[in-house]
Each structure stands twice: as C-alpha cells, then as structure tokens.
C-alpha cells in the first residue's frame, strides 16, 4: 500500500511537472537536491522517475537528461560504498561516468554538463573508497577548468550562486588535485568576489585555520531551498495566454 501510494504521488507530479515551458533542471533540480543535501530517497526516486519520462518527451534535451542522471546515480553509488557494498559501488559508479560519458558526447561543450559534471565530482570525490577519490578530483579539476576558461571573464557578472559554484569549485579541486599555486589564487579570489556571502565566510576559514581544508566544502552554500518549482510553476500558471 505504501509502495502504490508513492507511485500515484510520483504519477500526480509528473504531471504538474509536463510544462513545455520549465526546462530540464528547473523540474529536478529540487528533488536531486533534496537527496545530495539532505538523503531524501523519496524526493530522488521523484526527481528521476521525472528524468525518465523527460528522456522520452524531450530527445532535444537528453544531454540535461544524461548529466541529472549521472548526478543522480553518483549519489546512489557513494551510498552504495558507504552501506559496506561495494560491488553495487562499483556498478553505479560506472553508470554515473556512462551517464556524464553521454552527455558531453551529445553536448561536448555544454556549460551546464560541465557544471553538474563538477559538482557532482566535487560533492561525492571525498566520499568515495581511497582508491577513486583521486581520478574524481582529477575530473572536478577538468570540469572547472572548462568552466573557467567560459564564465572567469564575465564571473563579476553571474549570479550570487553561479559565481561562487564556480569559484568554490576551482578552489576546492585545485587544491584537492595539489595545484597549490592555483588554489591560493583562487581562493583569494573567492574571498574578494563573494563578499558578504557564505561563500566568503567558508573561504575566509579555508585560508584562516588551514586544518579544516580537509574536512570542509566550499560548495552547495547557496540557491537549494525547497518550493523553487511550486513557486515557478504558480508564475506560469497565472501567465497571460501568448
């Protein structure tokens, strides 16, 4: 009985979340997140049984589709690592890199592919058994680089949480990767351009008590709070026919 209710509230917001006008990650975003930052498995189940039916509505966004996906499975697998099962680890773990694997394929130069591609490696990298964490901060370093070379120019410009995702991940993976210089730079950076933001307070520490480097993100410090999409989807729906 438990199970059917949650596949008839799965049904109900699948189809409130059919809207043409919302794009991918304004559907999921909220579920996905729900999980990575408070282990919701109900909202993650919802938001990739979303993803599903996605895949098949939208072929024009499937890239979106692949790398929610791949943030999505890589959560599952670093629960699988840490529940003591390794084997379901590996196989999840090797399903989010064919999810991501596919998404640059069909977008190779997708900022928004990239940007889950680097947080995904920059959340989970730490968590994962000793002997992958250092090829997942070696690709959060490629994902942020890629960013880097696209957004740095115009980075006084993004948005409060655009501006420090990007920097906090710069930051975090130069420094997990021993680009020493680099994470220095950065972080002095991130100081300077997040003023008077958790961002800023989080750097400030990273450089004032280095032992908590280790320890502590410099990421996801901004821009997840619940009823995002219930308040997006009320806008729509009170909008002036077109």
């Known amino acids: 009985m438990k199970r059917l209710g949650l596949v008839v509230a799965t049904v109900i917001a699948l189809s409130a979340q059919s809207d043409p006008r919302l794009i991918v990650s304004t559907l999921v975003r909220e579920d996905i997140f729900a999980a990575v930052l408070a282990n919701d498995m109900t909202s993650l189940a919802r938001g990739e049984a979303t993803l599903e039916q996605l895949n098949q509505e939208r072929p024009r966004e499937r890239s979106m589709v692949r790398a929610w996906q791949g943030l999505a ?39 928004g592919v990239w940007s889950l591609g680097g947080f995904a490696n920059a959340s989970f990298a730490d968590r994962l058994p000793s002997n992958r964490r250092t090829a997942s901060w070696a690709e959060a370093y490629d994902y942020y680089q890629k960013l880097a070379a696209q957004q740095m120019p115009l980075v006084d410009k993004l948005p409060v949480h655009d501006k420090g995702e990007l ?10 990767t021993g680009h020493q210089a680099e994470y220095l730079k950065s972080l002095d950076k991130m100081i300077e351009v997040m003023a008077n933001t958790p961002y800023e307070g989080t750097a400030r520490t990273w450089k004032e008590h280095p032992e908590t480097v280790a320890t502590t993100s410099l990421i996801c410090k901004t821009c997840h709070e619940p009823g995002r999409l219930k308040a997006r989807q009320a806008v729509l729906a009170n909008a002036p026919p077109k």
Do not use: C, I, W
């Not at 529940?83 to 640059?104: I, P, V």
């Not at 920097?167 to 997990?176: D, N, V």
């Open 167 to 176: 920097l906090g991940g710069l930051t975090m993976s130069a420094q997990r």
């Open 73 to 111: 499975t890589f959560y599952r697998a670093v629960r699988a690592y840490e529940s003591g099962d390794a084997s379901e680890g590996e196989r999840l773990y090797a399903k989010a890199h064919a999810r991501f694997d596919e998404a640059l394929e069909l977008a190779p130069n997708s900022l």
